[in-house]
């Protein structure tokens, strides 16, 4: 098998639920759906940005291709396995064989604190192997944009934006077949993170390798990724080419994201940021219909009373939004930090931490 097939991971119609916990003993049994029917494809070599608030399931998703979770029906397929079909010795091997790596979003968690990154990198491979992976680990090594030095420095001796690189490096080393980056770059300083989510996604790339990159930033995963999957409540809201997403979105909550993102639409300006209205709904009881519903200043009556379904848009991917076909203008000014019924303002006439109050607040 060639690599084009071997990597490519497909998700189908995943199903992921959790016991819930009980306040009181008496109270019934209940489950928390973290994710409900999300399906989606990486080609190797390319990145799939997994987008949405705290509690949307993406840690979920990639913790059940991982195999750290245990799905409750849909596929996992790589390579002609279904990974949420496989017994324990099949699994191991996997393991063992390094086809899967994740990336975690702290990196002091990930590396040992008494290797070197000698150590770090090279620990595990077998001693046939270790000449033909050191130089390779060394060359992996500047790929990632650190100097030779900290080849024998300990995480401790490190930044936390270079031992992320560290663990990008030897997550890398074993050309894995699918690579899950979860937020890896949150925990570290801003004035990093691009250049850290750039080596990662250029590296993944030229591995080969179906890469799956989780964030709740929406701007930081489109400039990287090749799709996009914007969820809510462990339900897909809108999925597609990350570059119609990010200039067209199609879904209130995709336009939404895009408006409060510090690095958004109008990246560099100082733009004014659109403020998504009230809570977020408890898993345990989502709204009726379109989940998204009680937060979206677009809502009619059908979208309580009817579940939309994801259906193919113009420009690529899909969207599960009753209203979204009369959208177009006020989504952008939406996407832009602007409240979707204003008229639009220039953005500089406006104070840089101004935040425009919508119509419907
Ligand atoms: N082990 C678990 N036991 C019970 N509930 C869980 C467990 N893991 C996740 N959940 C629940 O599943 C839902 C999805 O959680 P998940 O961690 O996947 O979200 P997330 O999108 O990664 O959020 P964050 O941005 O905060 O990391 C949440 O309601 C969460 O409380
Ligand atoms: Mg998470």
């Not at 077949?177 to 993170?193: I, R, Y």
């Not at 009881?285 to 579940?307: D, K």
Request: with cysteine.
């Amino acid at each position: 098998m060639n690599k084009r097939v071997e990597n490519r991971l497909e998700v189908r119609d995943l199903h992921v639920s959790f016991p819930a916990r009980r306040t009181f003993p008496w109270q019934a049994a209940s489950r928390v759906r973290a994710v409900n029917g999300v399906s989606f494809a990486i080609e190797p070599g390319s990145i799939v940005g997994l987008v949405g608030e705290s509690g949307s399931g993406k840690s979920t998703i990639a913790r059940t291709i991982m195999g750290l979770v245990q799905a409750d029906a849909g596929q996992i397929l790589l390579g002609g396995m279904d990974l949420c079909r496989i017994g324990r010795g099949a699994r191991l091997a996997l393991r063992r064989s390094r086809r899967l790596q994740m990336i975690w979003q702290d990196p002091a968690a990930s590396l040992d604190p008494r290797f070197t990154v000698r150590q770090s990198l090279l620990a595990g491979w077998g001693r046939d192997d270790i000449v033909a992976r050191a130089a390779r680990a060394r060359q992996l090594i500047r790929s990632v944009g650190l100097p030779e030095r900290v080849w024998d420095q300990r995480p401790g001796q490190m930044s936390g934006g270079q031992n992320q690189r560290v663990a990008i490096a030897r997550a890398l080393l074993g050309d894995p077949a699918v690579l899950v980056a979860d937020e890896p770059t949150s925990a570290l300083d801003v004035s990093v993170q691009a250049g850290v989510g750039t080596h990662l996604a250029a590296l993944a790339r030229e591995a080969g390798s179906s890469c799956l990159l989780v964030s709740h930033d929406l701007s930081f995963v489109s400039n990287l990724a090749d799709q996009v999957i914007v969820l809510y409540l462990g339900t897909v809201m809108e999925q597609g080419p990350a570059l119609r997403l990010m200039t067209r979105p199609r879904h209130p909550y995709t336009a939404a994201l895009l408006g409060a993102s510090p690095q958004g639409y109008l990246a560099g300006e100082a733009s004014p940021r659109y403020r998504l209205r009230g809570e977020l709904p408890s898993p345990l009881h989502p709204p009726s219909g379109c989940q998204f519903r009680t937060r979206c200043p677009f809502a009619e009556a059908r979208c309580a009373e009817v579940r939309p379904v994801l259906r193919q848009v113009d420009g690529g991917g899909m969207v599960a939004c009753h209203v979204s076909e009369r959208l177009a203008a006020p989504l952008r000014r939406m996407a832009q930090g602007l409240a979707p019924g204003t008229s639009r303002a220039h953005p500089s006439s406006l104070s840089p931490h101004q935040t425009v109050r919508t119509d419907f607040e």
